[in-house]
C-alpha cells in the first residue's frame, strides 16, 4: 500500500531510484534489492515506457528472484504477503505478454533493436516462462495438496519439505492460475481449464478469494475460454457470479489500489456477458440484466437482429474483452517482410470466435418467430425470413443443435459437464409442419419487490434527511442577525 502511495507522490511521472543507488543503503542485501528491483521494474511498466534494455534486465531480475526460491537446498526464510506474491506472478506474465507483442511488430524496431532480439533469443522465451510456472506448482506440491484436501486426506504430509511454508504454496498456487492466463493467452482453452482440475472454482472458501485481484482473473479467463469452447451458458454463469460479487463490494474496493485494475477486468465482462447473452438466451440476474440493458442495449438489439451489423457488433465488443493474445515463437528476423505480414494473434482468435458466432446468430431471430406460434408451416416462416425452404430446413437443424450444450454442474472438472437446453423454446419437424413448445419461467415476484421496496427505502431516508436540513437551516439566525446579536453582547 505505501509503495502505490509513495509512486503517486514522488514518482507519478519518473522512475523510482535506480537500484545501485539503493544498495549502499542497505547494506547490499541481495534479497531486498532483488525485490526492490521487482517493484522497480513494475513502476516503469506501469508508468513509463521500458526500453529494450529495461525489458532484457527485468526478465534477469525475475530470473535471479525464481533462482534463488527454486535452487536453494531447503526453504528459504522469506515471508510476503499474499498480494505481493500474486503481484509477482501476474507481472511476470505481464511483461511476457509485453515483449512478445513488442517484438512481433519487427517494422517499427530499429535495425539495433532487431540485432539485439536476435542475439538474444532467450530472453522471455515462452519455454522459460512455462518452465518458471511449472517449476513452482512442482516446488510447492500444490497440486497434491489441494487434491488430498478435497479427498479429506493429511495436507501437511502431501505438502512435503517446502509445500508447507506459505511462500512456497501460495507462488505455486498462484502459478496455476497464471498458467490458466498464459494458455488463455496462447489460445489453448481446453488445457486452460484443464489447469484448475483440483481448484473447486465455486468455493467461497478457495485461496484464489484471498486476493481480489486474482479472483476477478480467474472467473474471466474461465469464463472467456467457456466462450470460445461455444459453451456460452457455462460461460454466461461464470461472468455472472463474479460480477455479481464486484458490484456487491465496489464500495470496499474503491480504496484499494487494486480498484482500477479489478473494474477494467468486470468492463471487459460486461462486454463478453453481453456477447454471450445475444448468442444464448440465457436468463440472467435481473441487476445484470438491468445494467447490460443501459450500457450494451443498442449493441445487442443489432446482434439480435443478425447480419453483417451483428457481426461488426461482435468484432468491436470482442477487441475490447478479449485477452492480449501473443505468438509464442519470435519472427524471423532476417525475413523483416514476411514477418511484418504475418497473421496477427488478435485477428485470427478474432476470426476463429466468428465462425462459430455466425451460426450462433439464427437462433435469436429464429426463436423471436416461433415464439408466436404453436405450429406453423415450413413455407410460411420462409417466407417471412426471406429464405429458401431448403435453407431454412438446415438453419432449424442448426439452431436445434446449438440449443443444446454441454454445462457444468459443479466439481473440480471445469471440463465436464450434462447436455442441457439453453432456451425455453423447442420445436419438432415432422415434414413441412413445425410443432413448437414453450416452457415458461414464473418470474421471481419476491426479488423484484424486494428489490424495489429497498428503492423507495432509500428515497424516503434522503427526503426525510434534505428536511431535516431544510428544518435545521430554518431555525438558524440569518448572518446580520448574527452580527447584531454579537454587537449587542
Same mark, same amino acid.
Given at each position: ?183 488463455? &493467452?496462447? =489460445?489453448? /482453452?481446453?488445457? @486452460?481449464? #484443464? $489447469?484448475?482440475?483440483? +481448484?473447486?472454482?465455486?468455493? %467461497? !472458501? ?21 466462450? &470460445?469452447? =461455444?459453451? /456460452?451458458?457455462? @460461460?454466461? #454463469? $461464470?461472468?455472472?457470479? +463474479?460480477?455479481?460479487?464486484? %458490484? !456487491? ?241
Amino acid at each position: 500500500n505505501q509503495f502505490v502511495r509513495l509512486s503517486e507522490k514522488f514518482y507519478a511521472k519518473g522512475s523510482w531510484p535506480e537500484p545501485q543507488y539503493v544498495a549502499a543503503l542497505v547494506g547490499d542485501d541481495g534479497v531486498f534489492l532483488t525485490l526492490y528491483r521487482e517493484l522497480y521494474y513494475r513502476h516503469i511498466y506501469s508508468r513509463l515506457h521500458p526500453s529494450l534494455e529495461t525489458r532484457f534486465r527485468s526478465f534477469e531480475n525475475y530470473c535471479d528472484l525464481f533462482n534463488y526460491i527454486l535452487n536453494s537446498d531447503g526453504p528459504i526464510e522469506l515471508e510476503l504477503p499474499n498480494q505481493w506474491l500474486w503481484d509477482i506472478v501476474d507481472e511476470f506474465i505481464y511483461q511476457f505478454q509485453s515483449f512478445c507483442t513488442h517484438r512481433s511488430r519487427v517494422s517499427k524496431r530499429t535495425p539495433e533493436e532487431l540485432a539485439l532480439l536476435k542475439e538474444n533469443s532467450q530472453v522471455w522465451n515462452t519455454y522459460s516462462v512455462l518452465n518458471v510456472l511449472y517449476s513452482l506448482i512442482q516446488k510447492s506440491n500444490i497440486s497434491q495438496q489441494l487434491l488430498v484436501s478435497q479427498q479429506g486426506g493429511d495436507v501437511i504430509e502431501a505438502a512435503g519439505q517446502f509445500g508447507v511454508r506459505p511462500l512456497y504454496k501460495m507462488l505455486g498456487y498462484f502459478s496455476i492460475i497464471g498458467l490458466v492466463r498464459v494458455h488463455c &493467452m496462447l =489460445g489453448d /482453452y481446453t488445457l @486452460a481449464l #484443464q $489447469t484448475l482440475e483440483n +481448484i473447486e472454482l465455486g468455493n %467461497s !472458501r478457495a485461496l484464489f478469494t484471498r486476493v481480489t485481484a486474482c479472483h476477478v482473473t480467474v472467473y474471466y479467463y474461465v469464463g472467456f475460454a467457456y466462450l &470460445m469452447m =461455444g459453451r /456460452y451458458a457455462d @460461460a454466461i #454463469q $461464470t461472468f455472472v457470479h +463474479i460480477l455479481t460479487f464486484v %458490484s !456487491r463490494t465496489k464500495q470496499y474496493q474503491q480504496r484499494s489500489f487494486q480498484f482500477d485494475t479489478v473494474n477494467k477486468k468486470a468492463d471487459q465482462m460486461y462486454a463478453l456477458l453481453a456477447i454471450a447473452v445475444s448468442l444464448s438466451p440465457v436468463r440472467v440476474d435481473e441487476n445484470i440484466h438491468t445494467y447490460l440493458r443501459e450500457k450494451y442495449g443498442d449493441q445487442q438489439h443489432k446482434m439480435q437482429r443478425g447480419g453483417e451489423e451483428a457481426i461488426d457488433v461482435l468484432s468491436e465488443l470482442y477487441l475490447f474483452s478479449c485477452p492480449k493474445f501473443i505468438v509464442p515463437n519470435p519472427p524471423n528476423y532476417d525475413d523483416i517482410e514476411a514477418a511484418s505480414n504475418s497473421v496477427e494473434p488478435q485477428s485470427y482468435q478474432l476470426k476463429t470466435f466468428l465462425r462459430e458466432a455466425r451460426l450462433q446468430l439464427v437462433v435469436p431471430t429464429l426463436r423471436s418467430f416461433l415464439k408466436l406460434y404453436t405450429t406453423m408451416g415450413l413455407d410460411r416462416l420462409s417466407t417471412f425470413l426471406d429464405m429458401d425452404a431448403a435453407e431454412l430446413r438446415n438453419q432449424l437443424i442448426v439452431y436445434k443443435q446449438r440449443c443444446r450444450q454441454i454445462k457444468w454442474v459443479g466439481g473440480a472438472d471445469l471440463l465436464a459437464g450434462e447436455p442441457v437446453t439453453t432456451t425455453d423454446l423447442d420445436f419438432a419437424l415432422q415434414e413441412d409442419m413445425i410443432f413448437i413448445a414453450e416452457s415458461r419461467v414464473g418470474r421471481r415476484y419476491a426479488d423484484w419487490f424486494i428489490r424495489n421496496t429497498n428503492k423507495v427505502q432509500d428515497m424516503i431516508n434522503s427526503l426525510e434527511n434534505r428536511q431535516k436540513a431544510v428544518i435545521a437551516d430554518a431555525g438558524k439566525p440569518k448572518v446580520e442577525e448574527q452580527a447584531t446579536v454579537a454587537v449587542s453582547a
